[in-house]
């Protein structure tokens, strides 16, 4: 069992950034697989991006360029920078891990709102 805590979200304006942070509990981090997904009202959850546990990453083509998901193992944290955020990233963005042996965790969810 992994537990995860997401933080960071909060209200923003067109424009600006946030940082959002997901701690994992246990002692095998650096070997999960890491992503950052979102849940807007009405729509299906999406991947935002993801990062292995090599340090390989991938982006959802809507974020390219203004996100950056990063990790650091020593803190058992994954982080995704958001930056020149717009009003269609408002979204609950969730944090998941895939374990060697096929496990998928969830976290609570962090409520992003971009909005002037």
């Known amino acids: 069992q992994v537990q995860l805590v997401e933080s960071g979200g909060g209200l923003v304006q067109p424009g600006g950034s946030l940082r959002l942070s997901c701690a994992a509990s246990g002692s095998m981090f650096r070997r999960y697989a890491m992503g950052w997904y979102r849940q807007a009202p009405g729509k299906q959850r999406e991947l935002v991006g993801q990062v292995t546990s090599g340090g390989s990453i991938n982006y959802a083509d809507s974020v390219k360029g203004r996100f950056t998901i990063s990790r650091d193992n020593a803190k058992n944290t994954v982080y995704l920078q958001m930056n020149s955020l717009k009003p269609e990233d408002t979204a609950v963005y969730y944090c998941?891990?895939?374990?060697?042996?096929?496990?998928?965790?969830w976290g609570q969810g962090t409520q992003v709102t971009v909005s002037s």
């Open positions: 998941n891990a895939r374990t060697v042996a096929g496990g998928s965790f």
